[in-house]
Every structure is written in structure tokens, then in C-alpha cells.
């Protein structure tokens, strides 16, 4: 499974749902204490998708 996720590729699990990479763009933050503005770097995030099926038994 990791090395499917470090090459991007999505995983889907029938009647659960899909994993899959995706990448989060650079932006700016800011520190509601000092107000400081912060540069977040680019970063690659796991994200889930649930099955239509799985869905409706949560429902």
C-alpha cells in the first residue's frame, strides 16, 4: 500500500471506499495571537472516500 501511495496512485476497496494522495497547494497562515503572517509549504495529504454502500449503512 505505501508504495502504491508514494507514487500517487489511489487504493480502492470494494464495498468500503478509496484512499487516495493528494497535494495541497503553498499558502498563507496566520498566528491569531501575534498576527504574524506564515508561508505553509506545498504537502502531500491521505484522504479517504467512502463507498456509496458504506455511506448508506451510516446513514
Known sequence: MTEKW???DSIAIQN??????RKKLERISVNPISKQRLLV???LV????PSNILKDKFK
Open 6 to 8: 508514494q507514487n500517487n
Open 41 to 43: 509549504p506545498p504537502k
Open 16 to 21: 468500503f471506499g478509496a484512499f487516495e494522495v
Open 46 to 49: 491521505l484522504t479517504f472516500r
